[in-house]
């Protein structure tokens, strides 16, 4: 899957693509608009690709502190900028590694 078709999938589907990884899915619900049911998903999975998601979702929620724990669990730089950039990135990254069988 391209970034293309999930952006897409966000704008046109009611449920994430199947197939989808954890952190893919909870980007997925994040950019729906449910912020909770995306942190339901990154919150007890302890993958860098989830606490990376998790960073992201409490910087979208203005805890820096929560955000700066997650982004070094998930050996990730702090993040500035827009947040669907950052969104965007993250996706991105995940949607290569996944298409590379990471």
């Given at each position: 899957m391209t970034l293309d078709e999930f952006n897409l999938a966000v704008a046109s589907e009611t449920h994430p693509p199947r197939g989808l990884a954890v952190a893919l899915q909870a980007l997925w619900w994040e950019a729906?608009?449910?912020?909770?049911?995306?942190?339901?998903?990154?919150?007890?999975?302890?993958?860098?690709?989830?606490?990376?998601?998790?960073?992201?979702?409490?910087?979208?929620e203005g805890d820096e502190t929560n955000a700066a724990y997650w982004y070094a669990k998930a050996k990730r730089p702090l993040a500035h900028g827009s947040f669907a950039a950052e969104r965007d990135r993250i996706a991105a990254v995940l949607l290569a590694d996944d298409l590379a069988g990471v």
């Open positions: 729906k608009g449910d912020w909770h049911k995306a942190h339901v998903l990154v919150q007890n999975d302890s993958s860098g690709n989830c606490a990376w998601v998790h960073a992201f979702l409490h910087r979208k």
